[in-house]
């Protein structure tokens, strides 16, 4: 006899909503403000992503583990400031791509020496892991229409994911990879490639800032977009099964970790860097 499912977690829900209340004024706030303060919330994200990850790879040692995690990111998106301060328009991130895989295997050859981790290439992943997509949203965020294209992957990401918990919890129905995220449903993942769809056309009609995907472009990139954010969401559960853990951290009540709520945002961020990046080529 199967067992009864369970019943919905109202209490989680309301941890959820408060979590998010709070911090997505935050963000708001740093997005809108300007360069500086963002580039902060960035190193500051980091540095938590950092964290997060050496408790799960390295959790013997997750201070010494996550700062050269911490170091070889926060370089690469200084350099990433420094290009755009140095030539305004928009780089092309040469010296910060250039800056990860370096990063990345002199964490390794640290995590080596000094026996941090019991697999030093866990170190190396995590730069790439974290600094692929911290690249992306600082370069994304640059010049005059940046603003407005980290809005329009904040909406992408932020109503895919929602859409697709509510839609999920609510619908249920088949799981959609059971062996690697038992909660999540065929339900959630249609709705939520809906609603990310939905956001991005919303937002390229109203643009409430300069900057975002053009009204022909919504529907594939917010496709695109939505896409990776399940893609981080799935990518996110196979590294929490791999080592054993059930989520990233508890910063955040109601979410666990940081990486349990950026994970989809990452990936995104990818595939807006490479939507504005074709934008702006097709505009010149």
Do not use: C
């Amino acid at each position: 006899m199967s067992a009864p499912p369970a019943s919905f977690d109202y209490s989680n829900l309301k941890l959820r909503a408060l979590s998010a209340a709070i911090l997505i004024p935050v963000v708001l706030l740093a997005v809108w403000i300007g360069e500086w303060l963002f580039l902060a919330l960035m190193l500051a994200a980091v540095g938590l992503l950092a964290r997060e990850w050496a408790l799960m790879s390295a959790p013997h040692a997750p201070i010494r583990a996550a700062a050269p995690i911490f170091g070889a990111v926060g370089v690469a998106l200084v350099a990433v400031k420094l290009d755009f301060l140095i030539a305004p328009g928009l780089g092309h991130m040469e010296l910060a791509w250039l800056l990860l895989p370096l990063g990345a295997l002199a964490a390794a050859l640290i995590a080596r020496l000094r026996g941090v981790a019991e697999r030093p290439m866990d170190e190396a992943f995590g730069v790439l892991y974290i600094g692929a997509p911290a690249v992306a949203i600082e370069w994304l965020h640059s010049g005059h229409e940046g603003r407005g294209w980290v809005a329009a992957l904040l909406s992408v990401a932020w109503a895919a994911d929602s859409a697709a918990f509510a839609a999920g919890t609510i619908l249920k129905g088949p799981k959609l990879w059971p062996r690697v995220s038992p909660k999540k449903t065929w339900s959630g993942f249609i709705v939520g490639l809906i609603a990310g769809v939905a956001a991005a056309v919303v937002y390229s009609l109203w643009r409430p800032l300069p900057g975002g995907p053009p009204v022909a472009w919504a529907v594939p990139i917010g496709f695109v977009a939505a896409l990776a954010v399940m893609a981080g969401d799935l990518w996110e559960s196979m590294l929490k099964r791999r080592f054993g853990v059930k989520d990233s951290g508890q910063l955040i009540p109601g979410h666990g970790g940081l990486l349990d709520r950026v994970d989809g945002v990452m990936f995104a961020a990818m595939v807006m860097a490479a939507a504005r990046l074709l934008v702006d080529v097709g505009a010149n």
